[in-house]
Every structure is written in structure tokens, then in C-alpha cells.
């Protein structure tokens, strides 16, 4: 079992929906980052947090430090926002060493 | 401003060849990561380094690589000899460094190089 787990692994929606990708962890952890990889390669740091809510624009990101789990919404989606999202864990006991999860796919048709 | 600055984008070598990838982060930043992207498994850090300080490089896969960061603006990764299974795109990431460890501040990616040995 990976020690960082997304889910979906995939999601296609329609343009305008509300959109929720989670992230379950089994490590402690110090911090979260939840990365955007668009199509073409490049990533870019969307939130790091360790507690609480985040929001930038119509991204929002949350964390329960008791449950492990992290979410991540998108409100009035958008085909521009079709990416894989990414989420990382800082692992406390592992040396500060940052364990990826395999990523959700994004589609979002217009 | 000039992001995390990578080069080549591209490079495509025969095995047994040696391969350096390039790193400029941005200016100011003190620290720098080394990350792997395959298919098969996803994101991988090979090393970082704080303050140019190698800090962990656990991940590095074998001894075929190194990394070397021989002052705050420039970091190279060096793949001797390189092997079909090393084909992935390589991305360098840096961040500021609050005294915590590496993962309390926002890392800046740069576009990374995709890797190709035959």
C-alpha cells in the first residue's frame, strides 16, 4: 500500500462542476503540497499546508491532521484547469523525505 | 522574474554515454531539488541540497548518479554511464529555506528535461 494515496485516479467532469480530489496519508507529517502538472510537463506548487484551509482563487485545499487526509476542490471548473494533480507528503520520521502520490487526472470538457 | 532555469529541455543519447542536466534556480533561493517523473512511478525526489549542502540523497538510484552544487546559482546532475531505464524527465525545483527542513516553503519547478537513452 502506498503511503500516499489519491483518489481519483481519474475524473472527467463537465465545465462549471465542483470538483474534489482527495489525498490519504499513513506517515506523520510536518507539511502538504498539492502540485498542478499541466499537459505539457511543466508543475507548478499550488498549497502547502499543515493544518487547517487554504484558498487561492477557485482552488481550495484542506487538511485533517487527526483523519491523514487532505482534499482539494476546484469550484466552477473550467477546461483550463485539466491537469494531473498531484499530492506530497513531508514525512516527519523519514528525514524530512517528501513521498509523492500517483496523481489524479483531470479532464474537464467544455 | 527568471524562473528555475533548466537546460537541456531535450536530450536523447546513446547508453554508456555520460549525461549532465543543469540546474539555475532562482535567485535568492537556498535550496534545490533534484526530482525524477516516469510512468511507472510517478514523482520521485533523487536529492536536495540546502545552503549548496547535499542534505539527503536517499533517493538518488545508484552510484551512476551524482549531483553537485558548486555555488548557489548552478547545480548539475550527472547520469556515468547512463542505461535505458534512466529515460525520464528530470525536473529541478528550488525553494527558500525557513530553517525548518525542506518542505515548509513553496518549491518552484522549473520545465524540467526529458531524457531519452536508446
Known amino acids: 500500500k502506498n503511503e500516499v494515496e489519491q483518489s481519483p485516479q481519474n475524473l472527467t467532469a463537465q465545465e462549471g462542476e465542483f470538483i474534489t480530489i482527495n489525498c490519504s496519508y499513513s506517515?506523520?507529517?510536518?507539511?502538504l503540497h498539492w502540485l498542478q502538472q499541466h499537459p505539457g510537463g511543466g508543475i507548478v506548487s499550488l498549497f502547502m499546508?499543515?493544518?487547517g484551509k487554504k484558498k487561492h482563487g477557485r482552488l481550495i485545499a484542506t487538511i485533517n491532521i487527526q483523519e491523514k487526509h487532505s482534499s482539494l476542490h476546484i469550484t466552477a471548473s473550467h477546461p483550463r484547469d485539466s491537469a494531473v494533480y498531484i499530492c506530497?507528503?513531508?514525512?516527519?520520521?523519514?528525514?524530512?523525505?517528501?513521498?509523492f502520490g500517483k496523481g489524479t487526472r483531470l479532464h474537464i470538457l467544455p | 522574474d527568471a524562473g528555475v532555469i533548466q537546460s537541456p529541455r531535450h536530450e536523447v543519447t546513446e547508453m554508456g554515454q555520460e549525461v549532465t542536466l543543469r540546474c539555475k534556480p532562482i535567485?535568492?533561493?537556498?535550496?534545490l531539488f533534484w526530482y525524477r517523473q516516469t510512468m511507472m512511478r510517478g514523482l520521485e525526489l533523487l536529492i536536495y541540497?540546502?545552503?549548496?549542502?547535499?542534505?539527503?540523497d536517499s533517493g538518488m538510484p545508484e552510484d551512476r548518479f551524482s549531483a553537485k552544487m558548486p555555488n548557489a546559482s548552478f547545480s548539475t546532475l550527472k547520469i556515468q554511464p547512463s542505461e535505458p531505464r534512466d529515460s525520464a524527465v528530470y525536473f529541478c525545483?528550488?525553494?527558500?529555506?525557513?530553517?525548518?527542513?525542506?518542505?515548509?516553503?513553496?518549491?518552484?519547478f522549473g520545465d524540467g528535461t526529458r531524457l531519452s537513452i536508446l
Open positions: 525545483a528550488s525553494s527558500l529555506r525557513d530553517g525548518r527542513g525542506m518542505g515548509n516553503q513553496p518549491q518552484h
Open positions: 506517515v506523520g507529517i510536518s507539511a
Open positions: 499546508l499543515s493544518s
Open positions: 506530497a507528503a513531508r514525512a516527519v520520521n523519514r528525514d524530512d523525505k517528501i513521498i
Open positions: 535567485s535568492g533561493h537556498n535550496s
Open positions: 541540497f540546502n545552503n549548496n549542502v547535499p542534505i539527503d
